[in-house]
DNA sequence: TGCGTGGATATTGGATCCAATCTAACGATC
DNA sequence: GATCGTTAGATTGGATCCAATATCCACGCA
């Protein structure tokens, strides 16, 4: 893990982004959620408050306040008079976040699929193809939630999707390591052709047993990632 | 919905429990988000920065960085130089949360029922008894996430128990109302009955089931008292 | 040479200060 | 009498300042 961050990646978002913010603690927040979630910010990494200040061009306070919801949705930790750092997810964190997707998911999909529309499926497979071209890691991440998301979006439970999708993330903070570790993943695509199948199907038992050995397969793959590295 | 917060109530839990935590953030956000939980601040109590910071004997700011933590947290929302309130829950808001805890609570309850001990099952029984002698709705919210939660306390699912004990918490916020409305729900004690009654037999579909039918019913509940106060 | 102590430095936690903006009251005008 | 504009007050958002604590390196001593 870097000893200092990675700036660069930020300052792009940043110019692009900040004007849509009401507050800057709301935009700082969001930046660092989006560069943590997509690993520009590996977890790890040290989080000092001036740095990041002045990257944002801020001062220290809208910084703190944004890395106190960061805490509170367990994405940084904070050890106190020493600084926060990018949590890192431990082999039994793992398996509890594999846990909370394997009950979330199913219900989040049961609800949205008899609302799904073909435009859905369309897209849906589209991710797909997109994943099977896709060779960035960073990229991979984001088209795997958005093909995920896609199925259960019609489940009009806001708050449920919102956590699906902050679990779903957590867990793909890892993916780009599996993929270097591992190459490239072709049992999760045949996971997601089968669980597409059952959806269009209109088959909810099926599809959601699918999502559920999908969910459990990813995460037994990050718990045996988690414990080779340590 | 009063229009100043309920100080004296505050006061109590923080010349208790201040020792215990190292950082001013850190206690300020504990001891407010109990007394949100709790009920001691309703929903939709204006949060003057001010009138906390003197209540809590510290600054504004520490007040701040625990508002933002409660507000990832989705027990208080921010109005941009207008301030905090207290999250209010919609209807809308219950049948999300009562999906999430019908995914949830059968999936801890399936992990943590094996490990059960007749210790557990005596404790739960217990808190149903008390459950049957308290009048105070305030205590009847603790008492009845005690209950759940030590059913599924066995799972030994950190995060996962965290998620469950979070969204009880958020649905017991309105027992109170509930209860005041509808006086005693003996209905819903018949139910814990039933659970515990399952998981003594060892009997997980049942007992999966039992939870589920419960969440829903306190879902439904919830949703219509949400309804007529509208 | 290895270990423990002590002070310098860096960084956070908390307090205070200033600017931006929202609210509400008051008065003028139609 | 009602409505709109203006202005004073209150409150938040953000910046700066100070104190407390942890880290790190040098130095002394066994």
Same mark, same amino acid.
């Given at each position: 893990m870097p000893d200092s961050l990675d700036l660069p990646g930020l300052t792009a978002l940043i110019a692009?982004?900040?004007?849509?913010?009401?507050?800057?603690? #709301?935009?700082? #927040?969001?930046?660092m959620r989006?560069? @943590? =979630?997509a690993g520009t =910010?590996?977890?790890?990494?040290? =989080?000092r408050q001036e740095e990041l200040a002045a990257a944002f061009g801020v001062s220290r306070m809208p910084v703190r306040e944004a890395l106190r919801q960061l805490e509170?949705?367990?994405?940084?930790?904070f050890h106190p008079h020493r600084g926060a750092v990018v949590a890192e997810i431990s082999a039994e964190d793992s398996a509890d976040i594999g846990a909370i997707r394997a009950a979330l998911e199913p219900a989040a999909l049961r609800l949205s699929l008899p609302r799904l529309t073909p435009e859905d499926f369309a897209l849906a497979a #589209? =991710? @797909?193809?997109e994943m099977d071209a896709e060779s960035d890691p960073g990229r991979m991440g984001e088209l795997n939630r958005r093909f995920h998301m896609t199925l259960y979006a019609r489940a009009g439970r806001p708050r449920l999707l919102a956590l699906v999708e902050q679990h779903l993330a957590a867990a793909d903070r890892y993916l780009r390591f599996q993929f270097a570790a591992l190459g490239y993943h072709p049992r999760s695509q045949d996971e997601h052709h089968a669980l597409l199948a059952a959806c269009r199907a209109g088959d909810a038992d099926a599809a959601c047993e699918a999502v559920t050995r999908h969910v459990l397969q990813a995460g037994d793959l990050l718990a045996a990632f988690l414990r080779d590295r340590a």
């Amino acid at each position: 893990m870097p000893d200092s961050l990675d700036l660069p990646g930020l300052t792009a978002l940043i110019a692009r982004s900040r004007p849509h913010y009401r507050t800057a603690t #709301e935009f700082v #927040e969001a930046a660092m959620r989006e560069a @943590i =979630l997509a690993g520009t =910010l590996p977890a790890g990494s040290p =989080l000092r408050q001036e740095e990041l200040a002045a990257a944002f061009g801020v001062s220290r306070m809208p910084v703190r306040e944004a890395l106190r919801q960061l805490e509170a949705r367990a994405l940084v930790e904070f050890h106190p008079h020493r600084g926060a750092v990018v949590a890192e997810i431990s082999a039994e964190d793992s398996a509890d976040i594999g846990a909370i997707r394997a009950a979330l998911e199913p219900a989040a999909l049961r609800l949205s699929l008899p609302r799904l529309t073909p435009e859905d499926f369309a897209l849906a497979a #589209e =991710l @797909i193809a997109e994943m099977d071209a896709e060779s960035d890691p960073g990229r991979m991440g984001e088209l795997n939630r958005r093909f995920h998301m896609t199925l259960y979006a019609r489940a009009g439970r806001p708050r449920l999707l919102a956590l699906v999708e902050q679990h779903l993330a957590a867990a793909d903070r890892y993916l780009r390591f599996q993929f270097a570790a591992l190459g490239y993943h072709p049992r999760s695509q045949d996971e997601h052709h089968a669980l597409l199948a059952a959806c269009r199907a209109g088959d909810a038992d099926a599809a959601c047993e699918a999502v559920t050995r999908h969910v459990l397969q990813a995460g037994d793959l990050l718990a045996a990632f988690l414990r080779d590295r340590a």
